[in-house]
C-alpha cells in the first residue's frame, strides 16, 4: 500500500489525504516522506501563473538535496485537480516566478485544485514532478485554496498524520555569519514547538557586512517567520551575548550600523504576547550556525560572479 500524507489549513480546519506515487514517481515519494519526517508548519500562498494551485515553500530539512534539486520523474504540463508536485527554485532567483513564496532555498510543494492548472512561468514552462495524488478530501481542500485565493496567504500543516497543531509557543534559535568580518555574510534560524518539533529553518545570504549584523538578521528573519507561523510567544537563544544584552536593555547601542536593526528587531518583539531572549553556548546553538554558515558561503559564491 502507498504511502499518505495530509495537508491540513490550520486557520479552516480543512484537510485532505494524499497518496504518494510510490510506483510512477518513487525517488520523489521517498524524498518528501523524508523531508516530512516531522510536521511542516508554514504559509500557503496562491499562485500567480500556475492556475488553480496553492503553493507551500519548503525549505532544506531532514536530507533533502542541497540547492532544492528534485528527481525527475513522473513530469507533466498538465496536472489535474488534486494533484501534488514538487517544483524546484527558479533558475532566476530575480523572477520569483511563483511570485511567493520568495527566494528562499527549497523545493515547493504546489497544490493543483482545480481545472487547466499548468507548471507556467513568465519564462516559460516549470518542469515538475506529479508526486501524489489527493484520495479523500478534495472538496474540502478546493474550499480552502479558494479562501487563499481570494483572502490571502494561510498557515498550512503538511504532514504523514492528520496535524491539528496550533503554533502558539515556539523556540527560536538564530545565529549569523561573516566570512571576514566584514565580509560575505549569512543569517540562520531554527523554529520548534516545544516539544522540540522543528516547524521552519531559514539559510539566507547576505550582501558583505559585519557578524553582528548577520546576528541581527538571523533573529529579524526568525520572528517573522514566527510572525507567519501565528506563534504568540517567543523563546530565542542566541549565542551572541551583545545582542542578547542589548535586546534586555543591559548594553547601550552604539554602532551606527546596528541601531536600525535593533529597532526593526524590537517592533517585531512587541507584536507577541511573550518575548524572552537567552544566551546559550554556541555547541547549543549548532543548527542555526550551520545554516548561518552555509548562507554566507552562497554569499560569497553570489559576489564572486
Same mark, same amino acid.
Given at each position: 500500500?502507498?504511502?499518505?500524507? &495530509?495537508?491540513?489549513?490550520?486557520?479552516?480546519? !480543512?484537510?485532505?489525504?494524499?497518496?504518494?506515487?510510490?510506483?510512477?514517481?518513487?525517488?520523489?515519494?521517498?524524498? #518528501?516522506?523524508?523531508?516530512?519526517?516531522?510536521? #511542516?508548519?508554514?504559509?500557503?500562498?496562491?499562485?500567480?501563473?500556475?492556475?488553480?494551485?496553492?503553493?507551500?515553500?519548503?525549505?532544506?530539512?531532514?536530507?533533502?538535496?542541497?540547492?532544492?534539486?528534485?528527481?525527475? &520523474?513522473?513530469?507533466?504540463?498538465?496536472?489535474?485537480?488534486?494533484?501534488?508536485?514538487?517544483?524546484?527554485?527558479?533558475?532566476?532567483?530575480? *523572477?520569483?516566478?511563483? $511570485?511567493?513564496?520568495?527566494?528562499?532555498?527549497?523545493?515547493?510543494? !504546489?497544490?493543483?485544485?482545480?481545472?487547466?492548472?499548468?507548471?507556467?512561468?513568465?519564462?516559460?514552462?516549470?518542469?515538475?514532478?506529479?508526486?501524489?495524488?489527493?484520495?479523500?478530501?478534495? $472538496?474540502?481542500?478546493? /474550499? !480552502?485554496?479558494?479562501?487563499?485565493?481570494?483572502?490571502?496567504?494561510?498557515?498550512?500543516?503538511?504532514?504523514?498524520?492528520?496535524?491539528?497543531?496550533?503554533?502558539? =509557543?515556539?523556540?527560536?534559535?538564530?545565529?549569523?555569519?561573516?566570512?571576514?568580518?566584514?565580509?560575505?555574510?549569512?543569517? $540562520?534560524?531554527?523554529?520548534?514547538?516545544?516539544?522540540?518539533?522543528?516547524?521552519?529553518?531559514?539559510?539566507?545570504?547576505?550582501?558583505?557586512?559585519?557578524?553582528?549584523? !548577520?546576528?541581527?538578521?538571523?533573529?529579524?528573519?526568525?520572528?517573522?517567520?514566527?510572525?507567519?507561523?501565528?506563534?504568540?510567544? %517567543?523563546?530565542?537563544?542566541? =549565542?551572541?551575548?551583545?545582542? %542578547?544584552?542589548?535586546?534586555?536593555?543591559?548594553?547601550?547601542?552604539?554602532?551606527?550600523?546596528?541601531?536600525?536593526?535593533?529597532?526593526?528587531?524590537?517592533?517585531?518583539?512587541?507584536?507577541?504576547?511573550?518575548?524572552?531572549? *537567552?544566551?546559550?553556548?554556541? /555547541?547549543?546553538?549548532?543548527?542555526? =550556525?550551520?545554516?548561518? $554558515? &552555509?548562507?554566507?558561503?552562497?554569499?560569497?559564491?553570489?559576489?564572486?560572479?
Amino acid at each position: 500500500m502507498s504511502q499518505q500524507i &495530509e495537508i491540513t489549513f490550520l486557520e479552516n480546519d !480543512a484537510s485532505a489525504t494524499v497518496e504518494l506515487l510510490d510506483d510512477d514517481a518513487p525517488e520523489a515519494s521517498r524524498l #518528501l516522506w523524508q523531508i516530512l519526517e516531522t510536521p #511542516l508548519i508554514g504559509r500557503a500562498v496562491h499562485a500567480i501563473y500556475a492556475g488553480p494551485a496553492v503553493l507551500v515553500q519548503i525549505p532544506e530539512r531532514h536530507g533533502e538535496p542541497k540547492g532544492g534539486q528534485i528527481p525527475v &520523474e513522473n513530469e507533466t504540463q498538465h496536472p489535474a485537480p488534486g494533484d501534488i508536485m514538487l517544483l524546484p527554485p527558479a533558475d532566476d532567483e530575480s *523572477e520569483d516566478i511563483w $511570485g511567493e513564496p520568495g527566494t528562499e532555498a527549497g523545493v515547493t510543494l !504546489a497544490i493543483f485544485y482545480g481545472d487547466q492548472g499548468r507548471p507556467f512561468s513568465p519564462s516559460g514552462w516549470q518542469p515538475g514532478v506529479v508526486v501524489g495524488k489527493v484520495t479523500k478530501g478534495l $472538496g474540502s481542500l478546493r /474550499e !480552502a485554496c479558494r479562501k487563499v485565493r481570494f483572502g490571502g496567504a494561510q498557515r498550512i500543516c503538511v504532514a504523514r498524520e492528520a496535524c491539528e497543531e496550533k503554533v502558539t =509557543d515556539v523556540v527560536l534559535n538564530s545565529d549569523g555569519a561573516s566570512l571576514g568580518n566584514p565580509g560575505p555574510a549569512g543569517a $540562520g534560524f531554527v523554529i520548534k514547538s516545544r516539544a522540540g518539533r522543528v516547524l521552519a529553518e531559514g539559510s539566507v545570504p547576505l550582501e558583505p557586512t559585519t557578524v553582528n549584523v !548577520a546576528e541581527y538578521r538571523g533573529l529579524i528573519d526568525g520572528l517573522l517567520k514566527a510572525q507567519r507561523l501565528g506563534a504568540r510567544r %517567543v523563546h530565542a537563544l542566541m =549565542d551572541s551575548q551583545l545582542v %542578547v544584552r542589548q535586546l534586555s536593555g543591559e548594553y547601550r547601542v552604539k554602532a551606527k550600523n546596528l541601531r536600525p536593526l535593533y529597532q526593526w528587531a524590537s517592533k517585531l518583539i512587541s507584536s507577541f504576547d511573550a518575548f524572552k531572549c *537567552e544566551h546559550v553556548p554556541r /555547541e547549543q546553538n549548532a543548527r542555526a =550556525d550551520e545554516l548561518a $554558515g &552555509e548562507a554566507a558561503k552562497r554569499s560569497k559564491e553570489q559576489h564572486k560572479k
